[in-house]
C-alpha cells in the first residue's frame, strides 16, 4: 500500500466469498470485533467488557442479506437480532443531515437509502472487504480507534479503518 501497489479485485465475487456468519475484524486490529450493545455499534477487544466468551462472540456475529437490485448490495445484519423485529432484524445503518450520511453507526430496522452497503474487495488487504454506502458513493463503514464505527467520504482517512476482515463465524465453535 505504501509503495502505490494495489491488487486486482475484479475476480473476487463477494457473494461466494463472504461466509454466511461472520465478524468483523477491522484491518490492523486482529483482537478487536465489532459488536452490538443495545442500538449502538462498539469495536471492543475482549479485555474491553466483562461478559462471557459466548455473550462476547453472540453480540460480535453478523450476517449480510442480500439484495437483488444490484450487484453485491446488500444489508448488514446483527444476527443477535435476527427474527426479532419486523423484517428480520436490526441492521447497520447511519442518519442523514442535509441529505449526506453523518458519520455516526447504529442499529436499525430497514431504512432506505441507509441500511444498503455494496461489499467491496479491498484493494489493500487479501481477503479483506469494505462496506459502501450503495446510495452515497465514496462513503465507507470504517473504524475510528478507539472503539467507534462511522461512516467516512475516504477509504483511505489515515485515522479510519474502512478494511476488515470478516472472520467465519463457524471456525469458531
Not at 48 to 71: I, M, R, V
Not at 145 to 152: A, G, V
Request: aromatic share 14%; with cysteine; proline share 6%.
Amino acid at each position: 500500500k505504501a509503495c502505490g501497489i494495489r491488487m486486482d479485485t475484479t475476480s473476487i465475487q463477494p457473494r461466494m466469498s463472504i461466509p454466511k456468519e461472520f465478524m468483523l475484524c477491522p484491518m490492523g486490529q486482529p483482537d478487536k470485533f465489532v459488536r452490538c450493545v443495545g442500538s449502538s455499534l462498539f469495536v471492543h477487544s475482549r479485555e474491553d467488557t466483562d461478559c462471557s466468551f459466548e455473550d462476547f462472540f453472540k453480540e460480535a456475529k453478523f450476517s449480510l442479506w442480500w439484495l437483488p437490485q444490484k450487484n453485491n448490495m446488500c444489508h448488514l445484519r446483527a444476527q443477535s437480532s435476527a427474527g426479532q423485529r419486523e423484517r428480520g432484524g436490526l441492521n447497520v445503518t447511519f442518519p442523514l443531515v442535509s441529505q449526506k450520511p453523518a458519520s455516526q453507526v447504529l442499529l436499525s430496522v430497514v431504512q432506505e437509502p441507509q441500511t444498503f452497503f455494496i461489499a467491496v474487495a479491498s484493494p489493500d488487504f487479501q481477503g479483506a472487504f469494505r462496506f459502501e454506502a450503495s446510495y452515497f458513493p465514496g462513503y465507507y463503514l470504517a473504524f475510528a480507534s478507539p472503539t467507534r464505527l462511522h461512516i467516512t467520504n475516504s477509504a483511505e482517512d489515515g485515522g479510519m479503518a474502512a478494511d476488515f476482515m470478516l472472520v467465519d463465524y463457524s471456525s469458531m465453535f
